[in-house]
């Protein structure tokens, strides 16, 4: 048989050596740190990726008003052109009247009253044409 144990120490049973908690506790910071690594690339990440998508809708928008705004330029010119066209058109009918006019200039009227008799003589001559007119109806 075997021997009775001596002392009351001998009868527990004899633990592990404790580990150290050290191991568990770097392992946690290494996790933690990777995490906030990770997240700090991330983050990065997006952000040069919606600073790059921003800065070409960006540019499409400035495109699209630059061309918008030529456009508009080209309109406004060419109606201004148009307008300039006519104005000049009627200027040199203008011109022309004025110069027919001084042509017929009597003695008896100065330049200036000249168009506005010759004016209302036709306005004369209309409305007794417009009462002939009726006259035939």
């Given at each position: 048989?075997?021997?009775?144990?001596?002392?009351?120490?001998?009868?527990?049973p004899?633990?592990?050596?404790?580990?150290?908690?050290?191991?568990?506790?770097?392992?946690?910071?290494?996790?933690?740190g990777?995490?906030?690594?990770?997240?700090?690339?991330?983050?990065?990440?997006?952000?040069?990726?919606?600073?790059?998508?921003?800065?070409?809708?960006?540019?499409?928008?400035?495109?699209?008003?630059?061309?918008?705004?030529?456009?508009?330029?080209?309109?406004?010119?060419?109606?201004?052109?148009?307008?300039?066209?006519?104005m000049?058109?009627?200027v040199?009918?203008?011109?022309e009247?004025?110069?027919?006019?001084?042509?017929?200039?009597?003695?008896?009227?100065?330049?200036?009253?000249?168009?506005?008799?010759?004016?209302?003589?036709?306005?004369?001559?209309?409305?007794?044409?417009?009462?002939?007119?009726?006259?035939?109806?």
């Amino acid at each position: 048989m075997a021997p009775a144990p001596s002392s009351p120490s001998d009868l527990t049973p004899r633990r592990a050596p404790k580990r150290s908690i050290l191991p568990f506790l770097l392992l946690w910071i290494v996790l933690i740190g990777g995490g906030v690594a990770g997240t700090y690339w991330y983050t990065d990440h997006m952000k040069q990726q919606i600073e790059s998508e921003l800065q070409l809708q960006t540019a499409k928008q400035i495109a699209a008003m630059q061309q918008d705004y030529r456009n508009r330029l080209d309109e406004l010119k060419a109606s201004y052109e148009e307008e300039m066209a006519k104005m000049s058109s009627k200027v040199d009918a203008l011109n022309e009247l004025l110069t027919f006019n001084q042509d017929n200039v009597n003695d008896k009227t100065d330049n200036s009253n000249k168009l506005y008799t010759q004016i209302s003589e036709l306005k004369k001559q209309m409305d007794e044409l417009k009462k002939n007119l009726d006259v035939l109806k």
